[in-house]
């Protein structure tokens, strides 16, 4: 069933036009006003969330973004943000039960793999965290982020031929990157 709301309509476009604008401010105070309304509405209060984590207030985005995912439709995305916003917060555990309820929604999600992987490793979780990073350069082979973590967790787990292989592959497409794991681990690829 489509659902079409007068009221929430103009809120949504109201909310939308002043961020074309740039007021982010207003933008939020409309979206407030929105949740207010509909409080239940999962584009408000995901969108409000959006914003509130955008001005720098974290606690405020993480409690919206709780609130959207209690609603029906929640959506992979939105559970990757909640995740980001609680490693940020320092919430390790909060954010690797977030990454991973992401993932059950789209295991694709190469993002929440990359994610997951570092808080895996700040948790000291390191076997764990491999396989976050490997499933993340799989779905993103050019990416060098999760390579150069991948690299540095295998020199944790004092391997360094494995970090060594892939030092080597990063000089094929992101020779920066190759070069600061070879100056911080002291491992010279040929």
């Not at 309509?9 to 309304?37: P, Y």
């Not at 914003?51 to 559970?79: C, N, S, V």
Request: proline share 3%.
């Amino acid at each position: 069933m489509i659902r079409f709301d007068f009221r929430w309509s103009i809120l949504k476009w109201r909310a939308i036009g002043f961020l074309l604008l740039g007021l982010r401010s207003r933008a939020a105070a409309t979206f407030s006003e929105m949740v207010e309304s509909y409080p239940n509405d999962i584009y408000g209060l995901s969108s409000l969330a959006h914003l509130q984590a955008e001005m720098g207030d974290k606690a405020a985005a993480i409690r919206l973004y709780q609130k959207a995912l209690a609603q029906p439709k929640a959506t992979a995305a939105m559970w990757f943000n909640l995740a980001f916003l609680q490693e940020e917060s320092k919430d390790l555990l909060g954010a690797e039960a977030s990454f991973r309820k992401a993932l059950e929604l789209s295991d694709s999600l190469d993002r929440a793999w990359y994610g997951l992987g570092l808080v895996l490793i700040q948790l000291g979780r390191l076997d764990e965290a491999v396989d976050c990073l490997k499933r993340n350069t799989k779905l993103q082979p050019m990416s060098p982020y999760a390579w150069y973590q991948l690299a540095r967790v295998h020199i944790d787990r004092h391997e360094p031929d494995e970090a060594l292989k892939i030092i080597r592959h990063l000089k094929g497409f992101e020779p920066k990157f190759a070069a600061q794991l070879e100056r911080e681990t002291g491992l010279k690829a040929s």
